[in-house]
Each structure stands twice: as structure tokens, then as C-alpha cells.
């Protein structure tokens, strides 16, 4: 069993920052990858960003130099500080994991829960 808990949603004014975290936990061999996205409503679920292994990011064009993920191998855990945030960013932010567990040698995605972010004044 694998576990995503994230924590830091919450409703902030536009041009405010907030920082997401996400820590997974369970029967984990190995994290390929994390990240975080987002699904406003009515709309699909997006990548946000993502952070391999290695520490290689990826992010999407509208949050380019506004967000920035990082994480914590030691703790299995993500973190996406947002800054500068836009109305169009409100949306529940979910966490997502590509990872090995320990009963199993493929790899598997796992999400959290989400998280709700609302940017308004």
C-alpha cells in the first residue's frame, strides 16, 4: 500500500505565493518521479510540474518562473512553491508519484487526494 498526503491548499489574493507539500509512504522501493497537477473545474487535469529522480524538472509554460518544485528524497516528499499566483490557478492540485513499490518490480502511478488552491480577492 502506497499513501500521498498533501497539505498546503488554501485560498490566497492574487500576486500572493503558497507552498504545496506532498509526502508518500507505504511499501516504496523507488521513486522515479513526482510531481504535481492541477484540475480546475469543468477543465481536464494538467501537469503542473515535475521533478525526476535525478532532480530534472519539467514545467508548464504558464508557471514557468512562478512555481518552483523541489523535493526530499529522504522523506519521499514534493514540494511546489507557487508564487505570484493568478486567479486562473485556482483548481484542486493533486500529487502524483511514478514509483516502485516493494511487492513489485514495474512501475506504478499513484496519486493523492488533492489538495484545493484558490486564488481570489
Known sequence: QVQLVESGGGLVQPGGS???SCAASGS?????AMGWYRQAPGKQRE?????TYVGSTMYADSVKGRFTISKHSG???VYLQMNSLKPEATA???CHALLTTTSAWETSDYWGQGTQVTVSS
Open 92 to 94: 484542486v492540485y493533486f
Open 18 to 20: 503558497l507552498r504545496l
Open 28 to 32: 516504496i522501493r523507488s521513486i522515479n
Open 47 to 51: 501537469l503542473v510540474a515535475r521533478i
Open 75 to 77: 522523506k519521499n516528499a
